[in-house]
């Protein structure tokens, strides 16, 4: 029975425990348990947006990395539909929530320098897309995704509806069509894991660790002023 179990566990089961409590910690963040409830302080979600919205071009050029790198248009296909999210419906979240949050003037929130957070997400999706790996590519994608459904579930049920800003960013990680982009993403990592040699897995591992750790930061900065 064990030995049948330790073969249904998948490459990405495995690099999610590798994460271990610093996985929990983010998809237990007060940042996602506030949110939902529709009494996050406006400064602290401004915050949070104005740097999250920072990386959204090295993260739409990292999918768009990941699907020119996928292996057949079957793999393509919902990479492009999920770029067309995160550059549609995404993207206008943002645009609406400036305006609400009154920074809806770019050079307005250019003043703002970027935290180091996002700075090191920046980086790290440059890095991966530039490194012309699929399997890196897809650690760091997994784990952008993968760790916002986590806590998307958690909270989707009594979400407090009141506040477009607050409801709708959680709508954007919850649901059966983010799970279906999940599920997506890391069934292609999970198949890079198959095939790669221990050098390439544990740079896999590398990437998913470093890119959780920024995340963890990214919702701490949030509270840091």
Known sequence: DNRKKR???????KLRSEAGEQWDRVINH??????????IN??????????????????????ASMVAKARTLEDRIPGCQFLALITG???????RSFEKLGCAEKSTRDKIPNEPCTSAFINLMQEVAQSGNL????????????SYLQWGQKVENHTNR?????????DLHSGEGFEGVV??????????GDVLDDVNREQCKKRFLQAIEIEEQFFDFAYSK
């Open 183 to 192: 599920n997506y993403l890391r069934g292609l990592l999970d198949r890079e």
């Open 135 to 146: 399997g890196e590519m897809l650690s760091v994608l997994v784990v952008c995704e993968w």
């Open 89 to 95: 419906t995404e993207n206008t979240y943002f645009e």
């Open 162 to 170: 009141d506040d477009f800003m607050t409801y709708e960013w959680v």
């Open 30 to 39: 007060k940042f996602t348990t506030e949110l939902a409830s529709g009494k």
């Open 42 to 63: 406006r400064e602290v979600l401004k915050r949070y947006l104005i740097q999250d919205h920072r990386f959204l071009d090295s993260f739409v050029v990292l999918l």
């Open 7 to 13: 073969s249904m566990t998948t490459f990405t089961d």
